[in-house]
């Protein structure tokens, strides 16, 4: 059975802390893994990934995915506290037209 | 990015009444939604793959009798919580793109109370 699982669950920081999110998965017919970020409403996109090694970046946040190890991270430098929100790692394959969404990374960021 | 536009964003309703949701891509055709639900603190759970003329493909656990999912074009999916029940009331989410070569676009979500 297809599955993607992100750790950790949650995570609390202070303003100016680096984190890091992961996300791995197991899914048939890999074709993209997508990061998305969900605070009070609807997830936002934030990046898709498709070939390994290749870092995407946009500002703060970068991401990169490992196809043979079958995971992604994603860094998030200097956090602010609108940073909080729900991280979400999705993983898209060639047979469906369907995301497999892992359980999501909750981050906090303090003052 | 594409836009998707998700009515209405918040709706309360009677125990035992239907509630029909919409979902629409603004400015590109989404021959293919989907329809997410989600509980508080849990990610989203896939409820039903939507295709342009075509019936809904229900995921496993879900009842197609109770939510009705029409797509009549390529920029309009409904989502029907019929008899609705406190126990529907969550978060729903479409989702659209027009390529799977792309990322999905989602719609603002709808806060479904049945009280």
């Known amino acids: 059975e297809d599955k993607v699982v992100q750790s950790p669950l949650s995570l609390v920081v202070h303003e100016g802390d680096t984190v890091t999110l992961n996300c791995s998965y197991e899914?048939?017919?890999?074709?993209?893994l997508l990061w998305y970020k969900q605070e009070k409403k609807a997830p936002t996109f934030l990046f898709m990934l498709t070939s390994s090694g290749i870092e995407k970046k946009s500002g703060r946040l970068s991401s990169i995915l490992d196809k043979k190890e079958l995971f992604s991270i994603l860094n998030i430098t200097a956090t602010q506290t609108g940073d909080s929100a729900v991280y979400l790692c999705a993983v898209g394959a060639y047979n469906t037209d369907k995301l497999i969404f892992g359980t999501g990374t909750r981050l906090q960021v303090f003052p | 990015g594409a836009v998707v536009s998700q009515h209405p964003s918040r709706v309360i309703c009677k125990s035992g009444t239907s509630v029909k949701i919409e979902c629409r891509s603004l400015d590109f055709q989404a021959t293919t939604m989907f329809w997410y639900r989600q509980f508080p603190k849990q990610s989203l759970m896939l409820m039903a793959t939507?295709?342009?003329?075509?019936?809904?493909?229900?995921e496993q656990g879900v009842e197609k009798d109770k939510f009705l999912i029409n797509h009549a074009s390529l920029t309009l999916s409904t989502l029907t919580v019929t008899s609705a029940h406190p126990e529907d009331s969550s978060f729903y989410i479409c989702s659209a793109s027009w390529d799977q070569n792309t990322e999905a676009f989602f719609g603002q979500g709808t806060r479904l109370t049945v009280v």
């Open positions: 939507s295709n342009e003329g075509s019936k809904a493909t229900y």
């Open positions: 899914v048939t017919n890999f074709r993209s």
